[in-house]
């Protein structure tokens, strides 16, 4: 049986469901499976696709909260969140591993309720915003922190094809790109438009 939810810090995979269809199955797998291994020593894969009953039609968040077994599955309609501006903070906050409390991530966001979400600079490098890794834009390539708070699923993907770069990117650094985009599991791959990154000093950043 399940432990209680009290007892284990239960761990969150967001994964999009479109019109039936399970979107990037295979690194939501990957990150449940090690994170089940690293968190509760277990070393049986527990197979989401077993455990998904899609919904045939419209935009899902399809939210699992899990431990060593599911706890919950729910079906969520998705409606992308407007991200039109960023503050850029500093935080020594851990989130190495996609747990369900949130609350380290949520207490930062409150503490700047004038923009939509931060961005969180850590041991003086850029990670990753609230809800999602973040990639910025040369001219030649698009490239995101080496160090993100989470390795994303989006953003492992990304990687893996060779579209994105990992670099360590300093708040002096992104004066230099030219475009900004966000990206997790939903959201995908989203360029921004008409997007103002505000430092930690007030210097505005528009894109």
């Given at each position: 049986m399940p432990s209680d939810i009290n007892d284990t810090p239960l761990?969150?995979?967001?994964?999009?469901?479109?019109?039936g269809v399970?979107?990037?199955?295979?690194?939501h797998q990957e990150r449940c499976t090690q994170s089940r291994q690293a968190l509760y020593g277990v070393t049986d894969i527990l197979e989401?696709?077993?455990?998904?009953?899609?919904?045939?039609?419209?935009?899902?968040?399809?939210?699992?909260?899990?431990?060593?077994?599911?706890?919950?599955?729910?079906?969520?309609?998705y409606v992308p969140?407007?991200?039109?501006?960023?503050?850029?903070?500093?935080?020594?906050?851990e989130y190495a591993y996609k747990y369900a409390n949130r609350n380290a991530l949520n207490s930062l966001l409150t503490m700047e309720k004038e923009y939509d979400d931060v961005l969180i600079e850590k041991n003086g490098?850029?990670?990753?915003?609230?809800?999602?890794?973040?990639?910025?834009?040369?001219g030649r390539q698009w490239v995101t922190?080496?160090?993100?708070?989470?390795?994303?699923?989006?953003?492992?993907?990304l990687i893996d094809e060779g579209f994105l770069q990992t670099k360590q990117i300093k708040i002096a650094d992104i004066v230099a790109y030219t475009q900004v985009a966000l990206m997790n599991a939903m959201l995908g791959f989203k360029i921004?438009?008409?997007i103002t990154i505000t430092d930690n000093r007030g210097t505005h950043y528009d894109y």
């Open positions: 761990l969150l995979e967001t994964i999009k469901i479109e019109d399970i979107h990037n199955l295979p690194y989401l696709k077993t455990h998904i009953n899609p919904p045939p039609k419209g935009l899902y968040r399809c939210r699992i909260l899990y431990e060593k077994n599911i706890h919950t599955i729910e079906y969520i309609p969140k407007i991200i039109s501006s960023l503050k850029i903070i500093t935080s020594e906050v490098y850029l990670t990753d915003t609230s809800i999602a890794n973040i990639a910025f834009y040369d922190p080496q160090d993100p708070l989470l390795k994303g699923t989006m953003r492992q993907k921004l438009k008409n």
